[in-house]
T-cell receptor
Framework: AQSVAQPEDQVNVAEGNPLTVKCTYSVSGNPYLFWYVQYPNRGLQFLLKYITGDNLVKGSYGFEAEFNKSQTSFHLKKPSALVSDSALYFCAVREFSGGYNKLIFGAGTRLAVHP | DTEVTQTPKHLVMGMTNKKSLKCEQHMGHRAMYWYKQKAKKPPELMFVYSYEKLSINESVPSRFSPECPNSSLLNLHLHALQPEDSALYLC???????????????FGPGTRLTVT
């Protein structure tokens, strides 16, 4: 079975500093990886995905993620954090089971950006 | 347009009530999903519809009954719920083209359900 792990419950960063939210994965075959963000009382918003190709994936709102096959990681990054980036972030991996696609989510990481 | 809409935004119901949640998308997606999310937890998959047929039921109790009237609409019928069913219910859709599909899911804003 596919799985992802987000080792940090919370990440704190000062506004203007770079941020990293960590994700590691365990899959059989090639991984299809995703990052989502959730603001309070809202649905999940898609940020970016890795399917194949360049290891550095660029997404929405200035976020990017680096796929590292040797370390089985897919960390989310942003060069300069904004207070408005404070939210709950989920890493996810696609699982193809019984002929259908599912997303398997990590536990989530709360990002707090301080002024 | 990548919008998935859900109604109502909030719902309070008693344990003997019958209510329905509605979801709509106009992106031409053929896969639609229901998730349940508790506070500060990841979404838990409940049901998957592919081409308007129920494809996955993640052992959800029968008090939750999904329905897909057409390719744009998804309903979740609720009956005799328990207080522990209180949660945010999220709908999502995706292109979902089988094993080679790496398509992202687009989520609606959710319905905040409270069972009293």
């Amino acid at each position: 079975a596919q799985s992802v792990a987000q080792p940090e419950d919370q990440v704190n960063v000062a506004e203007g500093n770079p941020l990293t939210v960590k994700c590691t994965y365990s899959v059989s075959g090639n991984p299809y990886l995703f990052w989502y963000v959730q603001y309070p009382n809202r649905g999940l918003q898609f940020l970016l995905k890795y399917i194949t190709g360049d290891n550095l994936v660029k997404g929405s709102y200035g976020f990017e993620a680096e796929f590292n096959k040797s370390q089985t990681s897919f960390h989310l990054k942003k060069p300069s954090a904004l207070v408005s980036d404070s939210a709950l972030y989920f890493c996810a991996v696609r699982e193809f089971s019984g002929g259908y696609n599912k997303l398997i989510f990590g536990a989530g990481t709360r990002l707090a950006v301080h002024p | 347009d990548t919008e998935v809409t859900q109604t109502p935004k909030h719902l309070v119901m008693g344990m003997t009530n019958k209510k329905s949640l509605k979801c709509e998308q106009h992106m031409g997606h053929r896969a639609m999903y229901w998730y349940k999310q508790k506070a500060k937890k990841p979404p838990e998959l409940m049901f998957v519809y592919s081409y308007e047929k129920l494809s996955i039921n993640e052992s959800v109790p029968s008090r939750f009954s999904p329905e897909c009237p057409n390719s744009s609409l998804l309903n979740l019928h609720l009956h005799a719920l328990q207080p522990e069913d209180s949660a945010l219910y999220l709908c999502a859709s995706s292109q979902d083209k089988g094993k080679r599909g790496g398509y992202e899911q687009y989520f609606g804003p959710g319905t905040r359900l409270t069972v009293t």
